[in-house]
């Protein structure tokens, strides 16, 4: 970042209007306190949702519907750390009611730790001291549920599916609890990808060019590219512009796998979390936050950019092979060397979490 952008950036991260305390949140502790057991996932582990505020706006967020996205559970945990020791008349909670469930997926979470709590020292965009993922000890160790285990696409189909999994249960009913919502928020990741890629409802989409504006220029404004693909509606991913594409939808995604000619893989999805919600009643605005675990400059150093399954498991199979031929040691230098640097932790929540400002500010223009 070039001399005297960091001013910019606090500038242009803080313009009204705001809603959110993006700095003060990302410096709250990352352990938000007791909670409330709310279910327990298959192998027993307790799943903990929080409650806060007593406005008008409801608001649901979750994380770590995936297993490999650890991102959005550390920012929850921050969110809620920040709301549980607001004063009572704080705007946050004068004028929202909050459900938040950080972690939906414990027993995916402690899989996944072996890689998750392996970090390295990386810059974040104001070249301050932060920590990113170590990408061989990832990519050797990472662990992502298959469809009918996927608790995004795993929420009950009506209140009398009491087949999903113990955790969309859970989830499911502490969220019936606050509809309707006015807002909705799933926050993902992606692996490798050149900047974040942000997912939201269709049905906003004329709704939303002032937050989709607002959040490039922050996104820019921080260092970063936006990741860009047009899908073709694939899933119901149709690209909207620059960096925003509708959220994917159960039944695109069963539509997809029935022109393959799978039914039994089309026959595993349930409703998406953004779905139950919407179903719950209201209008409410739904959003989806990718942001990546590893940044790629695109180069001839690299193979094809990772978009779907297949080509993930190539882009993983030639980094394992790339940490065998330089050693582990030297592995992830030789990753930055030909473009592959984990992307900021703090930067990804501080993303995440303008995202989510944008969305509650595009609810108060509608």
Sequence with gaps: MRAGALGEVVATMTADPTVLPIELI????????????????????SIVGYRFGDGSRSVSLIGGCHADEP????????LCAHLAQAP?????LRDYRWHVVPDVNPDGAHRNAVWSEVTVGCRDHADETDRGYQLPTYVANVVRELPGDDIEFGFPRGIEDRDARPENLAVAGFLREGAPFTLHASFHGMDFAVGPWFLIEPSWRERTVELRDNLRGKVRALGYRLFDIDR??????????EGFTTRP??????AHFRALGDDRTAGLFRPSSMEFVRSLGGDPFTLVSEMPLFLLTPGDDLPETPTGPESRRRFHA??????QRAGQANAHAEAERRGIVPMSIRDQMRIQLAFLDEGLTATHRV
């Design 249 to 254: 939808d159960s039944e695109a995604m069963i």
């Design 88 to 92: 009572a008349d704080a705007p946050l």
């Design 26 to 45: 990302l410096a709250s502790t990352d352990t938000p306190g007791a909670g409330e057991p709310i279910g327990s996932s298959r192998e027993g582990r």
């Design 71 to 78: 991102v959005g559970p550390a920012m929850l945990r921050r």
């Design 318 to 323: 030639w980094i394992l092979e790339l940490a």
């Design 232 to 241: 073709g509606g694939e899933k119901g991913f149709h690209r909207i512009d």
